[in-house]
């Protein structure tokens, strides 16, 4: 089979922190990039599957999400899927609540 050449520029921060969280999960960049790329064909969509624990998990401000409410998320997020919910819109999520407050 017939490789091609990918490359991409990213700053060295992120190329750090990267590295070091493939390097714990046993992984070079390269072999990460190429699992990242089998998956997402795999899923047809970006996978996000590959996590290191709970408890390293922060928000968007950098703030560390305790493991508890990580474990509440993660539950909706199974409960949503096993209901078969867990691809509405927003709309359609509201559309949900509203009819139930009405009683139908």
């Given at each position: 089979?017939?490789s091609?050449l990918?490359?991409?520029?990213?700053?060295?921060?992120?190329?750090?922190?990267v590295?070091?969280?493939?390097?714990r999960?046993?992984?070079?960049?390269s072999?990460a990039?190429?699992?990242?790329?089998?998956?997402t064909?795999a899923?047809?969509?970006i996978p996000f599957?590959?996590?290191?624990?709970?408890?390293?998990?922060?928000d968007?401000a950098?703030?560390?999400?305790?493991?508890?409410?990580?474990?509440?998320?993660?539950?909706?997020?199974?409960?949503?899927e096993e209901?078969?919910?867990?691809?509405l819109t927003l709309d359609?999520?509201?559309a949900?609540i509203?009819?139930v407050?009405?009683?139908k």
């Open positions: 089979m017939a091609a990918v490359q991409i520029r990213v700053d060295d921060k992120l190329k750090s922190e590295s070091a969280i493939y390097d999960l046993g992984l070079d960049l072999t990039v190429r699992i990242f790329f089998k998956r064909v899923e047809q969509g599957s590959m996590r290191l624990d709970f408890d390293s998990k922060r968007c950098g703030k560390k999400i305790p493991r508890d409410v990580m474990l509440a998320m993660t539950a909706m997020s199974d409960s949503a209901n078969g919910v867990s691809e359609e999520i509201n949900e509203r009819a407050r009405e009683g």
